[in-house]
């Protein structure tokens, strides 16, 4: 039973491309969220979605960021004309009914870095 | 607002010895409670979990934490640390109606040899 795979491990983008960051949850899981760990930071939730629909975004910035979560496919995380700023280690972790009692599986993470 | 709560961002300690990781909380209610600890590079494992009953609460890798009403705390403790402990750690809780889960700002463990 495959974990919460996230891709790429690592990405490097220049300022103002697009980072595009992708996570499948894992298997019977339908409850995806994400989370940015800035450096000497700890996690802080951007986005909850469940299939096709976003739940709560409230973490998310008001520009330049969006999240799906496609009926098929993985979720993703689109950051656009990224700017250094955005250098961070961002997390997708999934749970099988929404948090609670239920447990966040997180993956290992996607570590953008903005040149 | 509810948080959570990470006094100490650096401890250092003595394979061997003992560990006691402390974390706090301000919730109304008693919250569902949970630690995590990541390993360099990597993503975050969790250690246990608290929901109710037994105020101490036994975890993988030979951690346990208890819950403490009256101090609003919820501390991590290993009897003996091992080399491989040294990671940061991470309490957490969920927030916002139980959508997402607030973190503290985590507790860098070194284990000296």
């Known amino acids: 039973n495959a974990g919460v795979m996230q891709n790429p491990r690592h990405l490097v983008r220049r300022r103002g491309q697009e980072a595009r960051l992708r996570c499948s949850p894992m298997k019977g899981h339908s409850h995806v969220y994400w989370y940015r760990q800035l450096p000497e930071e700890g996690l802080k939730f951007m986005v909850y979605?469940?299939?096709?629909?976003?739940?709560?975004e409230s973490g998310m910035p008001k520009e330049r960021f969006s999240a799906e979560f496609p009926k098929e496919g993985p979720s993703i995380l689109r950051i656009q004309q990224v700017v250094r700023g955005d250098s961070a280690a961002y997390f997708c972790a999934s749970s099988l009914d929404p948090v609670g009692k239920n447990i966040q599986y997180f993956g290992a993470g996607t570590r953008l870095s903005v040149l | 607002a509810q948080s959570v709560t990470q006094p100490d961002i650096h401890i250092t300690v003595s394979e061997g010895a003992s560990l006691e990781l402390r974390c706090n909380y301000s919730?109304?209610?008693?919250?569902?409670l949970f630690w995590y600890v990541q390993s360099p590079g990597q993503g975050l494992q969790l250690l246990l979990k608290y929901f109710s009953g037994d105020t101490l609460v036994q975890g993988i890798k030979g951690f346990e934490a208890e819950f403490k009403r009256s101090q609003s705390s919820f501390n991590l403790r290993k009897p003996s640390v091992h080399w491989s402990d040294a990671a940061e750690y991470f309490c957490?809780?969920?927030?916002?109606?139980?959508?997402?889960?607030?973190f503290g700002t985590g507790t860098q463990l070194k284990v000296e040899l």
């Open positions: 919730y109304g209610a008693t919250p569902y």
């Open positions: 957490a809780a969920p927030s916002g109606g139980g959508n997402k889960l607030t």
């Open positions: 979605l469940q299939k096709e629909n976003i739940i709560d």
